[in-house]
């Protein structure tokens, strides 16, 4: 067993467990967090990019989750101003009821934003509304809303996160695989651990392990009891990405009410747009989910029918597929209806699993897990109470929460190193392809030293980390990533010392998984 014992081990690298690390590691307590993939891989780096409230959990008249989020939002914009921004939203209304209804739920959704409101919701004129969507289709618009939301790049925020862990004191691995557990008394004291590359397998000692694996949560809750009962219910959503040409502007478009019942979403996104989302049930639960022929149908069609711009699945660049660990419920089997408050379980075996939620209320997810840990391993400062109020009583020297105001990120680290290195080596500077001209815009315009800092800094250890998700091609122009897979392997190559035969393979691997995010 690893000489090492840690208070907390986290299993599961996307928002929650991520959040988690840097919540138990700013507390002062000795973290490991282990994600069997890429940090993000799956759900994380998924998501329609946006840091919201729920303008669709308002209409269910979960006011709590809305405004809980909305504070959460708030805090992200604020601790992470370089890695997010304020995405204005039109809403478009067809009829005066649509214009009172909406604007009304928008106006609330302002209030309980309080003083962490973006922006003043306004009514707009059929003149302002066209000229604010200039992709839309006119026929019978009669006005619109405007409101405020956040945008972010969600794989790039969970490097962010790791960086902030480790600043921290935490320990952070990816492809590492928590594949047992080891007991005294019932009670988990170890984790068995492998590496999923190198398939080196290893121990380490524990006093506590949460368990924040998203839609993975029932594998992990059944290998430590093989009787545990199922927590999640996976949902799939899809998000087509488009040229900007398709709809041109700064505004994002928000179709509150789909075919069923979900919103429809057409975002400005690093130069292009993203459209999404469906919201289909699936029993089988993959790191690479396919998308259903229905759901890019449904996409298309309902897109079309808002845009005076048709799009057709030639025009599509990359189709990403995310599933959400929705949690089950007794009174519905509608994914679209499932509540996104997430659940806390605490094991016989005192492992706390966090499930459910969504992207923006990461850190409140966090705190809660972490403040369960630590009262269920009675660790130095336990809070009395296990559930978690950030305004209540704790004992004495306890270590208290303090993410509502931490930054989040390296402050700098990789940008000076990129800095640095240039100056240093000049040619790194060189851009990977000078022949593709199209290459020269954000999506596409990657250097030499792009490659190298990601493998030295952010933890890359695959084509895939770097093109999916420290630079975010793959999702964004899948053709594109195939094309420049051969030069980021090249350099990897050099950075992570891998043979002929291992850049091949890399370079194969990737490019068959690039082939799923493209629509045949």
Known sequence: MDNHTYDIVIIGGGATGLGSAVDAASRGYKTLLIEQHDFGKGTSSRSTKLVHGGVRYLAQGNIKLVREALAERGRLLKNAPHLTRVQPFIVPVFSLWEKLYYSAGLMLYDVLSG?????KTRLLSRKKTLELLPNINPTKVVGGILYYDGQFNDAELCIALANTAECYGATVLNYT??????KENGVIVGVELEDTLAAAKRTVSCKSVINATGVFTDAVL?????????LVYPSQGIHLVVESKFFRGVNAMMIPKTD?????????????????????HVDHIDAEP????????????HFNRYTNEPITKEDVLSVFVGLR????????NISSLLSRDHTLVVSQSRMVTITGGKWTTYRKMAEDAVNNAVFVAKLDGAPRSAKSNSKSETTTGAKKCITKDLHIGD?????????????????????LNHEYAAFRDIAYAIRVVDVVVAARCKYVRTVEDFLARRNRLLFLDARAAITLAPSVAAILQKE???????????????IQLAQQYIIH
Not at 222 to 230: G, H, I, R, S, V
């Open 115 to 119: 003083k962490l409101s973006l922006g």
């Open 325 to 332: 660990p929705l949690v089950k419920s007794a009174s519905s």
């Open 290 to 301: 396919l998308p259903l022929a229905e759901e890019i149908h449904f996409i298309l069609e």
């Open 222 to 230: 059944q290998m430590d009891d093989p009787n545990a009962d199922t």
């Open 177 to 182: 695989k928590a594949v047992g557990f080891i």
């Open 260 to 280: 069923d019942g979900r919103v429809l979403f057409a975002v400005p996104w690093q130069d292009k747009v993203v459209v999404g989302t469906t919201d289909t």
């Open 411 to 431: 402050l700098g680290a990789a940008r000076d190193l990129a800095a640095q290195l240039t100056i240093d080596e000049p040619l790194l500077g060189n851009y």
């Open 496 to 510: 992570l010392n891998w043979t002929n035969e291992e850049r091949e393979a890399q370079l194969q691997s990737f």
